[in-house]
C-alpha cells in the first residue's frame, strides 16, 4: 500500500512540474524580444572576367601560402 502511495505522490509531482513547465514556456513566447528587421544587401564577388588556368594557378599559390603549404588534413596528421 505504501508503494502505491509514494508512486502516485511521485506522478502527482512530474505531473505538476510538467504542466508548469508547459505554462511557463507558452507564456514566454509572446514575441517581446524580436529581432529586428535586417535590410539585405548584395555581396560583391571578386572574380575575374575570365579564369584562365595561370589564374587558377595563381590562386593556389595564395592559398597554399595562406595555409602554410601544407597538402593534408588536420585530421590526416
Not at 23 to 30: E, R
Not at 34 to 46: F, G, H, M, S, Y
Not at 52 to 66: G, I, P, S, V
Amino acid at each position: 500500500m505504501k508503494t502505491i502511495q509514494k508512486s502516485l505522490i511521485l506522478l502527482v509531482a512530474v505531473a505538476t512540474m510538467a504542466a508548469l513547465l508547459l505554462a511557463g514556456c507558452q507564456q514566454g513566447s509572446h514575441g517581446k524580444h524580436k529581432a529586428p528587421a535586417v535590410e539585405q544587401t548584395e555581396a560583391i564577388v571578386d572574380t575575374t572576367e575570365e579564369d584562365t588556368m595561370a589564374a587558377f594557378y595563381e590562386r593556389m599559390q595564395r592559398w597554399k601560402a595562406l595555409h602554410g603549404w601544407t597538402d593534408r588534413w588536420e585530421s590526416e596528421k
